[in-house]
């Protein structure tokens, strides 16, 4: 992950935009202040994260994570309740 400084990123802006795309590496702008720095990622992957975000608000990663565990390691597709996934 890069670090940079307001200056830097403005110099090169198209560069750091081009970057984050193709890298799918956050770069931290970081500001003077205390709680002033930034975060420059590409929209693909916000919306990733927001996708995430969501799945665990509604407790689908939970059944996730349960049927990962499960010992049996097989789930009949016909047993899914797609309504209430």
Do not use: C
């Amino acid at each position: 992950m890069d670090i940079m400084s307001p200056t830097d990123a403005r110099k090169d802006f198209y560069s750091v935009l081009k970057r984050v795309n193709e890298d799918h590496q956050p770069v931290i702008i970081n500001g003077s202040k205390e709680n002033s720095n930034a975060v420059i990622i590409s929209q693909e992957d916000w919306q990733s994260i927001q996708e995430t975000l969501f799945l665990e608000q509604t407790g689908v990663m939970d059944k996730v994570r349960k049927r990962e565990t499960d010992e049996s390691g097989f789930t009949d597709i016909d047993d899914l309740d797609w309504d209430n996934i």
